[in-house]
């Protein structure tokens, strides 16, 4: 079980910028976060701390949060996933996932940036290359894009049996041209095209390289 944060780790975590989730705080106050999986150090000058997503959650729980029992395996109940559209058990939207996917997409810039050989941040690098559908996600889900859930229609992301390739697909023929709009933006290829058995419109997208 993972011992709750002290009074003093809560304040910390408690006055963090509630948008970035940037942290001021002691060098050891913020270690010790960092040891617990409730922030990170960003890896570039000034070496700036902010909250995980696990710490964006016990800032929203309240005062309450710090007397409640961590779920086992800690590490991984943090991990952010994109949503693809279908899943049975997606996370439920609120003003904790908004952040969550700000985030995320704010380090996929940063990724960006520090990978891409000349630190370009407007086409897509190698990790996106790598898991084409969750990258493709999040650029959907971080522009406001809704995802297909129980009940709902949204965007659905999809891979294909071509390399470097997803297919989109979206209840109507607006959200469909939003979305390669918005991928488009995100440094992507996307183009509409209708599949020839179920004359099903939908976008293939690829990670661009220059």
Not at 20 to 33: D, E, S, V
Not at 38 to 56: M, N, V, W, Y
Not at 81 to 109: F, K, M, N
Not at 111 to 135: F, I, K, S, Y
Request: glycine share 10%.
């Amino acid at each position: 079980m993972t011992r709750p944060p002290t009074a003093a780790q809560r304040r910390v975590i408690e006055s963090a910028d509630p948008v970035t989730g940037r942290l001021r705080g002691t060098p050891a106050q913020l270690a010790a976060l960092v040891q617990r999986g409730l922030a990170f150090r960003h890896p570039r000058p000034p070496h700036d701390h902010f909250l995980t997503p696990a710490g964006h959650r016990i800032r929203e729980a309240g005062p309450e949060a710090p007397r409640q029992r961590a779920p086992s395996g800690t590490p991984s109940a943090g991990v952010f996933a994109a949503r693809t559209g279908g899943e049975e058990d997606a996370p439920p939207p609120g003003p904790a996932r908004l952040r969550e996917v700000h985030s995320a997409w704010q380090g996929l810039l940063e990724l960006r940036r520090m990978t891409n050989p000349d630190g370009a941040v407007d086409r897509p690098c190698g990790w996106e290359r790598g898991h084409l559908v969750p990258a493709a996600a999040l650029a959907l889900e971080a522009a406001g894009h809704r995802p297909a859930g129980a009940g709902t229609d949204g965007y659905r992301v999809r891979a294909t049996a071509q390399p470097e390739a997803v297919a989109v697909y979206a209840p109507d023929a607006a959200a469909l041209a939003a979305c390669a709009a918005t991928l488009e933006r995100a440094g992507w290829q996307a183009g509409e095209y209708t599949e020839p058995r179920t004359r099903a419109r939908y976008v293939l997208a690829s990670p661009r390289r220059v």
